[in-house]
């Protein structure tokens, strides 16, 4: 929230969904308020994303199968294929990026938080208002998030995913 002037937040995976687990408010006017006691879906929303991108193949094909897709916008991915382009493209970047698909104001970015084996735990999040967002905020912010998401996974004993790292490296480069 300081690095970035913008809502983050940390939660925790709970199979269909994800439970925020900690929310910091940055102290301007306009900002992204996260209420914590919201499930959060995982395909609506970079948290849900993150994770869902980084299981293993069969864990991730048995949880998209029994989901509901649900539209919370628009913008939000309504059916199986443009999900499984969304976590292709995830897990490429490193990160997730959802861009008005629950909020039409709201951009979020998230990274998945690993545990020992480098399965999917959580995600750490940055929520910032659409209209103030852009490609050098983007940067600024995945930068942030990736570095903040590995070191949760590495003082919680866990490993992170090669492709996250390979994020790391190139938003610092």
């Known amino acids: 929230t300081q690095a970035t002037g913008e809502t983050a937040h940390g939660s925790m995976f709970s199979g269909e969904h994800l439970s925020i687990i900690g929310i910091a408010e940055p102290q301007r006017p306009t900002r992204v308020s996260v209420d914590a006691s919201q499930a959060l879906p995982l395909h609506?929303?970079?948290?849900?994303?993150?994770?869902?991108a980084f299981l293993d193949e069969h864990t991730a094909r048995q949880i998209v199968a029994d989901m509901s897709l649900r539209k919370h916008t628009d913008h939000t991915c309504g059916s199986k294929r443009e999900l499984k382009a969304l976590l292709a493209e995830t897990r490429e970047r490193g990160y997730s990026m959802a861009v008005r698909t629950f909020d039409d104001d709201v951009i979020s970015i998230a990274a998945p938080i690993f545990d020992a084996a480098a399965r999917p735990i959580g995600a750490i999040s940055v929520a910032s208002i659409a209209s103030r967002f852009g490609k050098d905020s983007e940067r600024r912010i995945a930068r942030c998030v990736v570095d903040a998401a590995a070191s949760v996974s590495e003082a919680a004993g866990g490993a992170v995913h090669p492709a996250v790292a390979a994020a790391i490296d190139r938003l610092r480069a």
């Open 44 to 52: 609506a929303t970079a948290s849900g994303l993150a994770c869902l």
